[in-house]
């Protein structure tokens, strides 16, 4: 199906045309850039709602100093053609200024603190990151008042910060987190991935490879876990790792039994990737595994 979206800039098309719309509507939000991953989404939305909105805005509050925020790819036209194939009904598209009318960092402009779990792996690697994304997803919640919002298990912890928002500011709105979408060698899909050369690209597989590593010894408990992923990871030199971290799946503390989270945040050159998987621990004895070091967070530095 190819039927051209709606492609709204401002809130005042976005709103006459959400006036029209009776039925279940679901929302993906997107910086653009969009891939297969981006794709899947789009059809989890349509299985939950009669009409799917995505919103294609490269928010900078959640870009830091030195961060990619000016060569991020802007790519509306091949960005409708994909929503195009998937048929999305409407496409939001604002400009910075129709979703920061007071200016991106203005002392006017009322932001959403992610309280302390912003403040861990990509929040520590990435000041503010976290009180612009959510601020940026309040906003678009309340602009399409969508009944369901989809977002990539790709980003765990933003998945877990925007969850905890919606419960904890009573939205109004069922968020759903989609599985992550693999390259065939395992590289999670991300619009970040283009920025690689040949050289990263082959090294950037060692990510997965070291999540699936811990996961094969995740019997054997944490420290053998993390151990596996390390060493998959110091062994590829073309990864800079910034962290790799064990964790409950609410990102606290692992378990000893039971199921968790691996998560990992790597630089290949000037990109920084991250992915994850879930993991599920337990402590078959075992000979031969060193077990010193931090039990739950590795980082670079
Ligand atoms: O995951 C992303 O692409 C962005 O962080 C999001 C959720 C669209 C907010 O800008």
């Not at 779990?117 to 520590?124: A, H, P, V």
Request: aromatic share 4%; glycine share 10%; hydrophobic share 40%.
């Amino acid at each position: 199906m190819t039927a051209t979206p709606v492609l709204a800039s401002t809130r005042e098309e976005l709103r006459s045309w959400r006036a029209q719309r009776p039925g279940r509507v679901a929302l993906v939000p997107t910086m653009g850039a969009l891939h297969e991953g981006h794709a899947s989404l789009m059809r989890t939305a349509r299985e939950h709602a009669d009409t799917v909105v995505v919103s294609v805005f490269v928010n900078p509050l959640q870009f830091g100093e030195g961060e990619d925020l000016d060569r991020y790819p802007r790519t509306l036209d091949a960005d409708l053609d994909v929503c195009a194939a998937e048929g999305v009904d409407v496409v939001f598209a604002p400009s910075v200024d129709e979703v920061y009318p007071h200016g991106v960092r203005s002392e006017r402009g009322v932001t959403v603190d992610p309280g302390r779990l912003g403040d861990i792996l990509d929040g520590e690697s990435r000041p503010g990151h976290f009180t612009g994304v959510l601020t940026v997803v309040a906003k678009l919640l309340g602009l399409v008042q969508p009944d369901v919002a989809v977002f990539g298990q790709k980003d765990y912890q933003q998945l877990a910060l925007i969850t905890r928002m919606v419960g904890d500011l009573c939205l109004p709105v069922e968020v759903v987190g989609a599985e992550t979408v693999r390259e065939a060698d395992g590289l999670a899909l991300s619009s970040r991935n283009r920025y690689l050369d040949a050289d990263q690209r082959i090294a950037a597989v060692a990510l997965s490879r070291a999540l699936r590593a811990a996961r094969e010894r995740a019997a054997y408990g944490v420290p053998s876990a993390r151990w596996a992923a390390m060493r998959v990871l110091k062994a590829e030199p073309g990864v800079e790792l910034d962290y790799l971290a064990l964790t409950g799946v609410d990102l606290g503390e692992p378990p000893a039994h039971g199921e968790g989270r691996i998560l990992v945040a790597a630089r290949l050159g000037t990109t920084r990737l991250i992915d994850n998987m879930p993991i599920v621990f337990d402590t078959l004895p075992q000979a031969g595994t060193p077990t010193g070091g931090p039990t739950t967070h590795e980082r670079s530095s």
